[in-house]
């Protein structure tokens, strides 16, 4: 058993907190606001996180898991500690490094001889070289093991990772790692600490690059009449492809893919190269955006102004109530610069700045000029849409996640645009608008 600090209490910190407890090590979590650290010491956790809580309960329970203040944690005892603090993106989209360098100098004086420290925050290369330097302790080693997790299954993705990345100089230190990942049955891929570091970056770039290309593939089914979950499933079974990452939406978003490929494109650029191709990857999710936009504003005869847009969904994907860079946020910001009212609803989001948000999926359609979906939550797939046709003031919905039945929206009188597929139920006119 080793005693592992961790210091953020947030998606990475807390899942890598209860996941190496649940391995059976004692955790101690570092966390900087009182209201948060209570909620932890008490078990529960602060946000929406499929099996985290039975995870953190189960550890203060068994006392191996605590919760500090960067005041009160015990650095000297620590045998590894984690980095797991945000890095947020600044304007010029470069990451924001401050909550690691501050931690960094907290930590710095106060650990003994032979602690491994372990940045897990996703970071620009050479930001491990950096806080070696700030460490300025040569009897501490430095490693780097990004986290991969997705949210909405960050517990499972920990516990049955597909690979361990550890960055190391320091084959002892990459060995101590490894050893904490016991009990996982994913590969252990030793690297050195620049590869680790550019690594992360570039799996979020390349599967941010895969979903804008399908996106793109998408818009053209759309005006040649083929049809994009034939297209992905040929192109999903050749297995240099693929099959995952393959479904089109209305952009990708999230805490992760659009600061980390800002990030990646603004550290090239410092670097000296012109990553022309992810600057395309981000410029095609804004023209999925835009498109999701032209699609509604075509379904209410090419004007917004005036219309009422129903939005079935706020969350960036289905599974998680974070709308953090959510492309529903992105599509409601132009339909309101459009003209249009939007009134929207999601499962697990019941408030937002700036954004009406009705009780039910109903309610949100009562009396709107077109519905869009844009998260992919089951209950949408699954909604009554005989009930929708009745309360909507004109029958269309901009479907672009490709979830809504359209031979049973077409049987229940509404018109249908369904990602990458060719319209369905004619074009809308004037005379379908009821007052
Ligand atoms: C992502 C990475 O997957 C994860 O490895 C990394 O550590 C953090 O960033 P996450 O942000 O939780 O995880 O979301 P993810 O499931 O990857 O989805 C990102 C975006 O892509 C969402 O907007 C989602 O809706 C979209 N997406 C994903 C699609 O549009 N189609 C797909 O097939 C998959």
Same mark, same amino acid.
């Not at 904490?180 to 049955?185: D, R, T, V």
């Not at 969904?313 to 109530?321: E, M």
């Given at each position: 058993m080793s005693l592992v600090q961790v210091i953020g209490g947030g998606y990475v910190g807390l899942t890598t907190a209860a996941s190496f407890c649940h391995l059976g090590h004692e955790v101690e979590v570092v966390e900087l606001d009182p209201a948060r650290r209570s909620k932890i010491s008490s078990g529960s956790a602060p946000f929406f996180e499929p099996g985290l809580e039975a995870l953190l309960e189960a550890g203060i329970r068994a006392k191996r898991l605590r919760v500090s203040s960067p005041d009160t944690a015990e650095y000297q005892s620590a045998e590894f500690v984690f980095l797991c603090l945000p890095t947020p993106d600044l304007p010029d989209g470069s990451a924001d490094l401050s909550a690691l360098y501050e931690a960094v100098a907290i930590a710095a004086p106060r650990l003994s001889a032979g602690t491994v420290v372990v940045s897990k925050s996703t970071v620009p290369v050479g930001t491990a070289r950096q806080l070696e330097a700030l460490l300025a302790r040569s009897d501490i080693a430095l490693v780097s093991n990004p986290e991969f997790l997705q949210e909405g299954a960050a517990v499972s993705a920990f516990l049955n990772a597909e690979r361990v990345v550890i960055g190391a100089d320091d084959a002892e230190a990459a060995n101590r790692v490894a050893a &904490?990942?016991? #009990?996982?049955?994913g590969r252990v891929v030793v690297t050195s600490v620049e590869s680790a570091e550019l690594a992360k970056h570039a799996c979020n770039a390349f599967l941010a690059t895969k979903l804008s290309f399908v996106n793109s593939i998408a818009a053209l089914c759309e005006l040649n009449g083929a049809d994009i979950s034939e297209v992905t499933e040929v192109m999903g079974s050749d297995s240099r492809i693929g099959p995952k990452f393959l479904n089109p939406g209305p952009g990708w978003g999230g805490s992760c893919f659009p600061k980390d490929s800002a990030s990646l494109l603004h550290d090239a650029r410092r670097a000296g190269f012109d990553f022309q191709l992810l600057q395309a990857t981000i410029a095609a999710n804004e023209q999925s955006f835009d498109r999701v936009v032209e699609r509604i504003s075509d379904s209410c005869g090419g004007d917004l102004k005036g219309r009422t847009v129903a939005v079935w #969904? &706020? =969350?960036?994907? =289905?599974?998680? =109530?974070d709308v953090r860079h959510s492309p529903a946020l992105a599509v409601i910001a132009r339909l309101h610069a459009a003209g249009a009212s939007v009134v929207a609803f999601d499962p697990m989001v019941s408030r937002i700045e700036g954004v009406t948000v009705a009780e039910d999926e109903y309610a949100a359609c009562a009396g709107a000029h077109a519905l869009t979906v844009l998260t992919e939550w089951p209950q949408f797939q699954w909604a009554d849409l005989g009930r929708v046709a009745e309360i909507m003031a004109a029958r269309v919905v901009v479907d672009t996640r490709g979830i809504i039945d359209v031979d049973r929206a077409t049987h229940a009188g509404l018109q249908v645009w369904s990602v990458g597929r060719a319209h369905h139920g004619g074009t809308p006119d004037a005379s379908s608008v009821r007052s």
């Open positions: &904490l990942y016991a #009990g996982i049955e #969904g &706020l =969350a960036f994907k =289905a599974g998680t =109530a």
